[in-house]
T-cell receptor, first 113, second 116 residues
Framework: GQQLNQSPQSMFIQEGEDVSMNCTTS?????WLWYKQDPGEGPVLLIALYKAGELTSNGRLTAQFGITRKDSFLNISASIPSDVGIYFC?????????????FGKGTRLHILP | SAVISQKPSRDICQRGTSLTIQCQVDSQVTMMFWYRQQPGQSLTLIAT?????????ESGFVIDKFPISRPNLTFSTLTVSNMSPEDSSIYLCSAPQPFGGLETQYFGPGTRLLVL
């Protein structure tokens, strides 16, 4: 089945730094989604992307739907302590008739004091 | 947006026993979903809970192990049966936003299960 390759697996950064993470796949996706999961909580949708090339922002977060429809990235600018958590990419493969969503394995963001 | 609650939030269980997890949505939804998130891993869809019909299970998950109920449009339960330590996971339910597609799904806070 389809798989999402999300990288990096984890990041250790200083407060104030910018962050970049991405997801790639071998098949074409119709939708790309980015979620954040705080400790002890369920994932929360941050950004949804629906068209190739689409660039969408949500505060300090910016995500893009790759032109090839096989990748997406998420950037976080000027990180703050509450950005700590696990970020998941997810998407709907074009080949999935039932629109099921596939999740990446997550990028664990740590902010050093 | 709608709110999803789950009970219990966490539990520690003995192997061989069963645990039923409840999921309540504060608005009527046609579909509800149950996911498993194993330690350090991603979310894996277990099944789709359909109101008025049997749940639809994904490959690798069976009704005998994970029976699901969906008595109405706002409530569902997932039972983890005859548990073993390998069932230790976070179990999450989700539902699409009203009038939204699957890409709008939002999640409950999860049930953290530890099987000894």
């Amino acid at each position: 089945g389809q798989q999402l390759n999300q990288s990096p697996q984890s990041m250790f950064i200083q407060e104030g730094e910018d962050v970049s993470m991405n997801c790639t796949t071998s098949s074409i996706f119709n939708t790309w989604l980015w979620y954040k999961q705080d400790p002890g909580e369920g994932p929360v949708l941050l950004i949804a992307l629906y068209k190739a090339g689409e660039l969408t922002s949500n505060g300090r977060l910016t995500a893009q739907f790759g032109i090839t429809r096989k990748d997406s990235f998420l950037n976080i600018s000027a990180s703050i302590p509450s950005d700590v958590g696990i970020y998941f990419c997810a998407g709907q493969p074009r080949m999935n008739r039932d629109d099921k969503i596939i999740f990446g394995k997550g990028t664990r963001l740590h902010i050093l004091p | 947006s709608a709110v999803i609650s789950q009970k219990p939030s966490r539990d520690i269980c003995q192997r061989g026993t069963s645990l039923t997890i409840q999921c309540q949505v504060d608005s009527q939804v046609t579909m509800m979903f149950w996911y498993r998130q194993q330690p350090g891993q991603s979310l894996t869809l277990i099944a789709t809970a359909n109101q008025g019909s049997e749940a639809t299970y994904e490959s690798g998950f069976v009704i005998d192990k994970f029976p699901i109920s969906r008595p109405n449009l706002t409530f569902s339960t997932l039972t983890v049966s005859n548990m073993s330590p390998e069932d230790s996971s976070i179990y999450l339910c989700s539902a699409p936003q009203p009038f939204g597609g699957l890409e709008t799904q939002y999640f409950g806070p999860g049930t953290r299960l530890l099987v000894l």
